[in-house]
């Protein structure tokens, strides 16, 4: 039987939003809420200690993110029946897990115009340490989630345990990889995109799990996609546990947009990735200065842990030019024959954009052991079609529709001479472990880093066997499965780096055992990675 979630078809009344018209959600009641927890066959997300009348106010958990040896960001974001249009939230920080030890408190103005979202920024913290953190509002408060600091900039830290992960589509599976995830001792999570999908469920689909609602395009059905997954008890179990980074990919807006251009070629899509931005924000463990105006907002950072590694997230759906050789009448990516697409080796095009490309430039760190590039996706790149056929078949909506920008990044970090540098990716659905050279199709060229790029949460993968037909021509990978859904878990040490990836065994059983598909290893001064 297919499940059927009953915050679904909720009434709407309209409201005016971004110049043009939108739908304002009535708020689901927490009886639909915690019917909405059993149906994913988990235990209640309500409170046992909420003071106000049964009422749950924080039925989309907690998160944390973006953490400094000073400062972090704590997210949470009100939910029930007829909110004022502002709404005091209390928050607190301790050193311990009874709240004994108190670090830091405030308070936050919860607002209507920002779905009543908080994003807390205690400050003058003490670097390289855990913290547990709470909100309180109406008489209710959440549960009680688990952050840290990044080590002070100097600091002679000898490890770093992160996983990466993307991808995870609602309709596609349940959560075990994170409930797997919430069991390991991480220090950090790196979100690497495709956090909600933005698809209408198939209506002659027989998926266990259904997306509320139709395709998004409002900044009401995004804000209700992002409620819809913000109450699976697993990923909020992961974001309760440790602090994330995030960056985003296409799904967050619509599949394959390249800045204003739409794969529908929809002339008023800037409205609809104005809404979809502004949900993004809300949802996101993101500080204050980060809330965007109109579509822009800055996702690409920088972050050091201590004296072991540099962290730089990019962005590469805002200012990217718009993918070459689109099928007639449509924008978005195809897989096209090189010799037919000249513009794929077009000098001038540019996935991150100029000044994007001149501040990852500047922002590579040769003085740290480890770089880690946090992006999108797959940037060992593809060729579909056998070299004794013709010039190479490739796809371009991932850095192969960008040679030449993909080739100006590596010979940037040719140039500065970097120790070790790691890229990890997502987007495909697919494991893979590669070589990363400044011209991939040049297999004696020198090995200048290392990639992994993760698979899917939950997103359906292509068929393994495409994957193995192309593997004889792509000598670049060690590893390639599309038929493992999971993440991939990492130990980063001054001298090594240990990669796990961790598949779920059942996609469809959220208490799903796990398997370790694979374990690679990188040394230091050794770019390329070693099957353990």
Not at 66 to 91: F, I, K, M, N, Y
Not at 130 to 135: A, C, L, M, N, Q
Not at 322 to 349: E, F, I, M, N, Y
């Amino acid at each position: 039987m297919i499940a059927k979630h009953p915050a679904r078809n909720l009434p709407v009344t309209r409201r005016s939003y971004a110049g043009g018209m939108d739908f304002k959600l009535k708020q689901p009641t927490r009886r639909a809420l915690l019917q909405a927890a059993l149906v994913v066959g988990a235990a209640p997300l309500f409170n046992r200690h909420a003071l106000a009348a049964d009422v749950e106010r924080f039925p989309l958990g907690i998160a944390s993110g973006c953490p400094r040896p000073d400062s972090l960001v704590l997210w949470t974001r009100l939910v029930s029946d007829a909110l004022p249009e502002r709404v005091e939230v209390q928050w607190e920080l301790a050193e311990d897990e009874a709240f004994t030890r108190m670090a830091a408190r405030g308070t936050e103005q919860a607002l209507a115009a920002d779905a009543h979202s908080v994003h807390a920024e205690p400050r003058g913290l003490k670097p390289d340490r855990w913290y547990w953190y709470r909100f309180s509002a109406l008489g209710g408060r959440s549960r009680a989630g688990r952050t840290r600091t990044a080590p002070a900039a100097d600091a002679a830290v000898t490890n770093l345990r992160f996983a990466i992960a993307s991808c995870q589509r609602y309709d596609h599976g349940r959560y075990a990889a994170w409930r797997d995830m919430a069991e390991q001792d991480l220090d950090l999570v790196l979100f690497l995109g495709d956090y909600i999908y933005e698809y209408a469920t198939p209506k002659d689909s027989k998926t266990e799990r259904r997306h509320d609602g139709g395709l998004c395009r409002t900044l009401e059905q995004y804000r209700q996609r992002y409620a819809q997954y913000k109450t699976d008890p697993a990923l909020q179990a992961m974001h309760e546990r440790a602090p994330w980074i995030h960056t985003w990919d296409d799904h967050e807006v619509s599949n394959d947009y390249a800045g204003d251009v739409s794969e529908d070629l929809d002339p008023r899509f800037h409205l609809r990735r104005a809404a979809a931005t502004q949900a993004y924000w809300e949802h996101m463990p993101f500080p204050k200065a980060m809330r965007p105006l109109d579509t822009n907002i800055r996702i690409h950072e920088r972050y050091d842990w201590g004296r072991l590694a540099r962290i730089i997230t990019i962005d590469d759906r805002q200012w990217r030019d718009a993918q070459p050789c689109p099928k007639p009448g449509r924008g978005g990516s195809a897989t096209v024959a090189l010799k037919d697409c000249p513009s794929l080796l077009d000098p001038k095009r540019t996935i991150l954009g100029a000044a994007q490309e001149r501040w990852l430039d500047q922002s590579w760190d040769a003085s740290r052991p480890w770089n880690l590039l946090a992006q999108q996706t797959l940037m060992a790149g593809v060729n579909w079609q056998d070299p004794a056929e013709g010039s190479g078949s490739y796809w371009t909506d991932g850095w192969d529709g960008y040679m030449a920008a993909r080739t100006r990044l590596l010979q940037d970090m040719a140039t500065h001479k970097l120790s070790n540098t790691v890229v990890l990716g997502g987007d495909v659905h697919a494991n893979y472990v590669a070589d990363l050279r400044a011209n991939p199709r040049d297999f004696d060229a020198p090995v200048l880093a290392t990639e992994f790029c993760g698979t899917s949460i939950s997103s359906h993968g292509m068929e393994q066997s495409r994957i193995s037909a192309m593997r004889p021509f792509n000598p670049q990978y060690k590893y390639a499965r599309s038929d493992e859904r999971g993440y991939m878990r990492f130990h980063l040490q001054s001298g090594q780096l240990d990669a796990e990836l961790r598949s779920v065994v059942s996609p469809w059983d959220a208490q799903s055992q796990m398997r370790v598909s694979a374990r690679f290893a990188v040394e230091s001064g050794k770019p390329g990675a070693v099957a353990a």
